[in-house]
């Protein structure tokens, strides 16, 4: 954590739910738990499992002692069970932990924390994919240079932009919200023998309390579940790696059809004139950082045997920078489309900078009807060069053409270069958009 950088790359609230505090509760309430389900399956006598919850709940712990005392034993799970079973007192200390080892307390705590900031930061998303569904509706018609490999390509309109968008964030968000977040407990090699003929019984009462999915067999070694779980918010940054990298190109001071608009928000240590949107470098930033995260934790899968020496510990810093540098993407991405400003005027200003020279296709398609592909293709190629060498209008150097001229009038010429009658299937594609992200919201 750092009070210099976090405001700007550990932002909003998905930063709680993965701190060290946050850490320290999953820990203890993995304890509370394990107690509890130990005196379900009648292993542990209930008065001393409710003791134990209750120190867990009420203690008195110190993050910073606990983790200075971790080294001795390579993890924070050995120094808590020793504070946690001296606050207990003798008769309820003698059952803490009981059955367990230290994996088992740092996975299941884990995927609580894990579960737990999940709740935000879907929150997070479904407020982004809304204001996109926003931008989609009310911009299905206003038209926009459509762009490929960074040069004006075809028309297409800012809602179909937006569209996409939000066909991203939809996609993200369903599949975060289909993640394996199980429970941990096998005990030092999987098998629970500690624990006897109880050890399966336990497993479901303990990943009931919980509140996670009782797994099949303990995962030790086998970390698909950390793996998904890192996959899926890469995805998430991705997209919004993708959303905000579009935004800060439209927002560039030759195009503007977009700006951040914010009090206070946008400046430069320099140049008073500057404009930045802010929000969304903020959220490229942090974004940006997924991928060398995610690939640590799939560098990290590679677990010998029953446990693993050293590929779980691994596990633990990058997984917690992924959550909190994702969190802080998603609030970075609302913050720029709350304060993001839409230039319909500027978008088709942009358009008629290359004459209609973009709709060339459209000529040309036309065109083709009455003398084939390869001789339309050649003739408006021509009138088009010229035209962006600064020989004249598009349109009458296509009327004067000779071929050209033949077929099509000025007039028709005029019309097959406006660029909000050659949109294809955009609106139609925003409708979908909008329908599947419905759809989804209400079986969500």
Same mark, same amino acid.
């Given at each position: 954590?750092?009070?210099?950088?976090?405001?700007?790359?550990?932002?909003?609230?998905?930063?709680?739910?993965?701190?060290?505090?946050?850490?320290?509760?999953?820990?203890?309430?993995?304890?509370?738990?394990?107690?509890?389900?130990?005196?379900?399956?009648?292993?542990?006598?209930?008065?001393?499992?409710?003791?134990?919850?209750?120190?867990?709940?009420?203690?008195?712990?110190?993050?910073?002692?606990?983790?200075?005392?971790?080294?001795?034993?390579?993890?924070?799970?050995?120094?808590?069970?020793?504070?946690?079973?001296?606050?207990?007192?003798?008769?309820?200390?003698?059952?803490? &932990?009981?059955?367990?080892?230290?994996?088992?307390?740092?996975?299941?705590?884990?995927?609580?924390?894990?579960?737990?900031?999940?709740?935000?930061?879907?929150?997070?998303?479904?407020?982004?994919?809304?204001?996109?569904?926003?931008?989609?509706?009310?911009?299905?018609? %206003?038209?926009?240079?459509?762009?490929?490999?960074?040069?004006?390509?075809?028309?297409?309109?800012?809602?179909?932009?937006?569209?996409?968008?939000?066909?991203?964030?939809?996609?993200?968000?369903?599949?975060?919200?289909?993640?394996?977040?199980?429970?941990?407990?096998?005990?030092?090699?999987?098998?629970?023998?500690?624990?006897?003929?109880?050890?399966?019984?336990?497993?479901?009462?303990?990943?009931?309390?919980?509140?996670?999915?009782?797994?099949?067999?303990?995962?030790?070694?086998?970390?698909?579940?950390?793996?998904?779980?890192?996959?899926?918010?890469?995805?998430?940054?991705?997209?919004?790696?993708?959303?905000?990298?579009?935004?800060?190109?439209?927002?560039?001071?030759?195009?503007?059809?977009?700006?951040?608009?914010?009090?206070?928000?946008?400046?430069?240590?320099?140049?008073?004139?500057?404009?930045?949107?802010?929000?969304?470098?903020?959220?490229?930033?942090?974004?940006?950082?997924?991928?060398?995260?995610?690939?640590?934790?799939?560098?990290?899968?590679? &677990?010998?045997?029953?446990?693993?020496?050293?590929?779980?510990?691994?596990?633990?810093?990058?997984?917690?920078?992924?959550?909190?540098? %994702?969190?802080?993407?998603?609030?970075?991405?609302?913050?720029?489309?709350?304060?993001?400003?839409?230039?319909?005027?500027?978008?088709?200003?942009?358009?008629?900078?290359?004459?209609?020279?973009?709709?060339?296709?459209?000529?040309?398609?036309?065109?083709?009807?009455?003398?084939?592909?390869?001789?339309?293709?050649?003739?408006?190629?021509?009138?088009?060069?010229?035209?962006?060498?600064?020989?004249?209008?598009?349109?009458?150097?296509?009327?004067?053409?000779?071929?050209?001229?033949?077929?099509?009038?000025?007039?028709?010429?005029?019309?097959?270069?406006?660029?909000?009658?050659?949109?294809?299937?955009?609106?139609?594609?925003?409708?979908?958009?909008?329908?599947?992200?419905?759809?989804?919201?209400?079986?969500?």
């Amino acid at each position: 954590m750092s009070e210099l950088f976090d405001p700007v790359l550990a932002a909003g609230p998905v930063h709680d739910e993965v701190s060290d505090a946050a850490w320290l509760r999953a820990l203890l309430d993995v304890e509370a738990a394990l107690a509890g389900a130990e005196a379900d399956a009648g292993l542990v006598p209930r008065e001393h499992a409710e003791r134990i919850a209750e120190v867990a709940r009420e203690g008195d712990f110190d993050v910073a002692e606990i983790g200075a005392k971790s080294v001795g034993i390579g993890n924070p799970a050995a120094p808590l069970v020793r504070e946690l079973t001296a606050q207990a007192g003798a008769e309820a200390g003698r059952f803490v &932990h009981f059955g367990a080892t230290s994996q088992d307390v740092m996975d299941s705590a884990a995927m609580l924390v894990a579960k737990r900031a999940l709740e935000p930061l879907l929150e997070g998303v479904e407020e982004c994919a809304e204001l996109a569904a926003r931008f989609a509706r009310e911009h299905v018609s %206003t038209v926009q240079a459509g762009r490929t490999l960074l040069q004006q390509a075809l028309p297409v309109t800012f809602g179909f932009t937006a569209a996409g968008w939000l066909s991203g964030l939809d996609a993200a968000a369903e599949r975060l919200g289909t993640q394996r977040l199980s429970a941990q407990l096998g005990g030092a090699t999987g098998t629970l023998a500690s624990l006897g003929a109880d050890g399966p019984a336990v497993l479901a009462a303990f990943s009931r309390r919980l509140g996670l999915a009782e797994p099949a067999l303990p995962w030790h070694t086998e970390r698909s579940r950390i793996a998904e779980l890192a996959g899926a918010l890469g995805e998430l940054s991705g997209v919004i790696a993708g959303i905000t990298r579009t935004i800060m190109l439209l927002a560039q001071t030759e195009v503007g059809e977009l700006a951040e608009v914010a009090e206070g928000s946008g400046g430069s240590s320099t140049m008073p004139h500057k404009r930045n949107p802010v929000a969304a470098v903020a959220a490229q930033a942090a974004a940006q950082q997924a991928p060398g995260l995610v690939g640590t934790l799939l560098g990290a899968m590679a &677990h010998e045997h029953q446990r693993a020496a050293g590929s779980w510990h691994a596990e633990w810093r990058p997984f917690t920078e992924l959550f909190r540098g %994702t969190g802080s993407a998603v609030h970075w991405l609302r913050t720029s489309f709350e304060r993001l400003q839409v230039d319909p005027d500027r978008m088709r200003r942009n358009l008629d900078i290359t004459g209609g020279a973009l709709l060339s296709e459209r000529v040309t398609t036309e065109l083709a009807k009455e003398t084939g592909r390869l001789a339309a293709h050649d003739a408006v190629t021509a009138c088009t060069k010229r035209a962006l060498a600064g020989e004249g209008e598009l349109a009458d150097l296509l009327a004067e053409d000779p071929l050209v001229g033949k077929q099509l009038d000025r007039d028709r010429i005029a019309a097959l270069l406006d660029p909000a009658e050659y949109l294809g299937s955009a609106a139609v594609f925003v409708e979908r958009a909008l329908t599947a992200h419905a759809n989804r919201k209400d079986n969500a």
